[in-house]
């Protein structure tokens, strides 16, 4: 098992710590396709919140082409996004975070994961 240490904007990083985002996507990168399930994620909020961490272990892992062909696979909820959004709408989102050409040059990663609850 290895540990990963991963930045998430504060609203997602709720989302997860609320047990509701279960899906964590990133771009491919040789550090990220070393990740396995089992793995686990330390998210550190975005602005910082002194010191808060979550743990979350990954499940699962699915790699796709571009954030449209993961997106299509998981509900808007799973992925951060509000019920009932759009494919076209959390691209876009993600292409706020990402560039198409990153998408392009390096692929994508969905994890699905689960929140380890605080003591």
């Known amino acids: 098992m290895q540990a990963y240490q991963l930045h ?15 899906v964590e996507i990133r771009l491919r990168t040789p550090e ?3 990740v396995q399930p089992s793995d686990v994620f330390h998210f550190l909020p975005v ?3 002194g010191g808060e961490e979550l743990t979350a ?9 571009t954030f449209e062909q993961g997106l299509r696979h998981f509900p808007p909820t799973a992925v ?17 975070i990402y560039t198409p050409q990153q998408e392009a040059a390096h692929g994508v ?4 994961i689960h929140a380890v609850p605080t003591a």
Do not use: E, H, W
């Open 8 to 22: 998430l904007y504060a609203d997602q990083y709720d989302l997860v710590k609320a047990g509701t985002k279960t």
């Open 32 to 34: 990220i396709d070393k």
């Open 47 to 49: 602005p910082a919140r």
């Open 57 to 65: 272990v990954v499940i699962d892992i699915n790699q796709f082409d």
């Open 80 to 96: 951060g996004s509000p019920a009932g959004t759009s494919v076209a709408d959390m691209v876009r989102a993600m292409y706020q």
């Open 109 to 112: 990663v969905f994890f699905t």
